[in-house]
């Protein structure tokens, strides 16, 4: 993801979670307009939209 310019990570110990949550703050805040969508537990897809 970062070599396609996607996403950094801040270098947290949990990069997972980092990401989980900031793609779910990123649909939260821009609904339909996100680059993601949930499509299951635990689970998203790209939306077919880059910034």
Do not use: C, H, V
């Amino acid at each position: 993801m970062a070599d396609q310019g996607l996403w950094t990570s801040p270098g947290g110990k949990t990069p997972d979670a980092t990401l989980y949550s900031a793609i779910g703050r990123e649909i939260s805040a821009k609904g339909a307009d996100s680059r993601f969508r949930k499509t299951g537990r635990g689970r998203f897809a790209s939306n077919g939209k880059r910034d």
